[in-house]
């Protein structure tokens, strides 16, 4: 049973198009996570939520809109794709208990626009 | 800017023996620090943590040492593995929904 899913695994698009990434957790978890890792392997947070609801919004291109249809979901919506936006996107979730928690992480949607 | 960063960028070591990855992080806010292990076209899969209360902590072959004074975090693996072979990140938590990773750390495992 996977813990933390994402599809699709790979996704080869034109620049200007606009494409979707959908992320699912089964642990019960009520936080979730949009990461993107570049090239270089360095991993940067996009969004945070928490209970369906945007906690953190790390500066991102309003091009990016998260949305959360309920807590086990979390899905990121990219508009007017450019080149820089190739890169690794990663979903994670935690538990909320007001403390930190330890994420567990997807296993990730290549991104590649031409 | 915030910050977590790696001395070395690739560690080589020879099976067997003991592997230290290092960390330096920038803030002081952090009371949380996590290592994560990344195989090559998997998502990072969690290895150990530890609070800012402790100065250590110990996994499985894995110990986590954290210095506050000095802002650093290192990972030590024992009798490394072929197995172990991965990029080796450290994070920290400033706050509860947010996480700075370091840049990675790429361990090799030399037969």
């Known amino acids: 049973d996977t813990a933390v899913s994402q599809t699709p695994k790979y996704l080869v698009t034109q620049m200007g198009n606009d494409k979707s990434i959908k992320c699912e957790q089964n642990?019960?978890?009520?936080?979730m996570y949009w990461y993107k890792q570049d090239s270089k392997k360095f991993l940067k947070i996009m969004f945070s939520y928490n209970n369906k609801e945007l906690i953190i919004n790390e500066t991102v291109p309003n091009r990016f809109s998260p949305k959360s249809p309920d807590k086990a979901h979390l899905n990121l919506h990219i508009n007017s794709l450019e080149l820089g936006d190739s890169a690794v996107y990663f979903c994670?979730?935690?538990?909320?208990?007001?403390?930190?928690?330890?994420?567990?992480f997807g296993p990730g949607t290549r991104l590649l626009v031409l | 800017g915030e910050s977590v960063g790696l001395h070395l960028p690739t560690l080589s070591v020879q099976e067997g023996d003991n592997s230290i990855i290092n960390c330096a992080y920038s803030?002081?806010?952090?009371?949380?620090f996590i290592w994560y292990k990344q195989e090559s076209g998997k998502g990072p899969q969690f290895i150990i943590d530890i609070r800012s209360n402790m100065d250590k902590r110990q996994g499985q072959r894995v110990t986590v040492l954290l210095n506050k004074t000095v802002k650093h975090l290192s990972l030590q693996i024992a009798a490394t593995q072929p197995g172990d072979s991965a990029v080796y990140f450290c994070a920290q938590a400033p706050g509860t929904y947010k996480y700075i990773f370091g840049t990675g750390t790429r361990l090799k495992v030399l037969a």
């Open positions: 642990l019960g978890h009520d936080t």
């Open positions: 803030n002081s806010a952090s009371d949380y």
């Open positions: 994670a979730s935690s538990q909320a208990t007001g403390r930190r928690e330890t994420q567990y």
